[in-house]
């Protein structure tokens, strides 16, 4: 009788080491999106005032996108809102969408493309851990089109270095 109840304490010690190796397995993943996030700059296009403040704004408020928008020959661009996105996806779809993605400037879609996986599932992992916030972000407008929103503009000024983006056929 002991003996059973030795091993039944046993085994629920086991089970709750695996459990916190889980657990904290789980806040290594979250840890690392952040620190993968603040490195590879999504915050200074996808949270409002990040730039601005020096990137001083706390977790809570990233990655809601913005309605300043990117204005050059491209038309003018929002970065989207990636808590509401995230929300939206599994992870895998996640990995998927951002291994394929191919955006209008200015954002560096050949760099999310070459993010690895399990910083892609980080990223992920810490996105959704900050839950769903803000709205979605206004409307990609074509070049010539009616602009509602404040805007940067991206004036390519010299004609002759000017190429043009690979990935965007004139409109
Ligand atoms: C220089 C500004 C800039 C940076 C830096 C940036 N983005 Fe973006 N991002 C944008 C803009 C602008 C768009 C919208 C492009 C369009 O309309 O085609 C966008 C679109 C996206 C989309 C597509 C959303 C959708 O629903 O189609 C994803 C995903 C994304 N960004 C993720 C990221 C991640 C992750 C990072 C950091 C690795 C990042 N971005 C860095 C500006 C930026």
């Not at 915050?43 to 928008?69: A, F, M, R």
């Not at 996640?94 to 879609?109: D, E, G, I, N, S």
Request: charged share 15%; with cysteine.
């Amino acid at each position: 009788m002991r003996y059973t109840a030795l091993i039944q304490v046993f085994s629920m010690f086991v089970m709750l080491l695996g459990l916190q190796s889980n657990v904290s397995a789980a806040n290594d993943a979250v840890a690392h999106g952040e620190y993968m996030i603040r490195v590879a700059g999504c915050n200074d296009c996808h949270t409002p005032g990040y730039v601005e403040k020096g990137g001083n704004i706390p977790t809570s408020q990233w990655l809601t996108g913005n309605s300043l928008g990117y204005k050059g020959p491209w038309g003018v661009t929002y970065p989207a809102n990636l808590r509401l996105l995230i929300q939206s996806l599994t992870e895998d779809q996640w990995v998927t969408f951002a291994k394929h993605l191919q955006a209008r400037p200015p954002m560096p879609w050949f760099t999310l493309q070459i993010i690895s996986e399990p910083d892609l599932r980080a990223i992920y992992q810490f996105v959704k851990s900050l839950g769903p916030a803000g709205v979605i972000a206004p409307n990609f407008v074509p070049p010539g089109g009616q602009i509602k929103t404040k805007y940067i503009d991206f004036v390519p000024v010299s004609a002759k270095y000017w190429k043009g983006f690979s990935h965007i056929t004139a409109q």
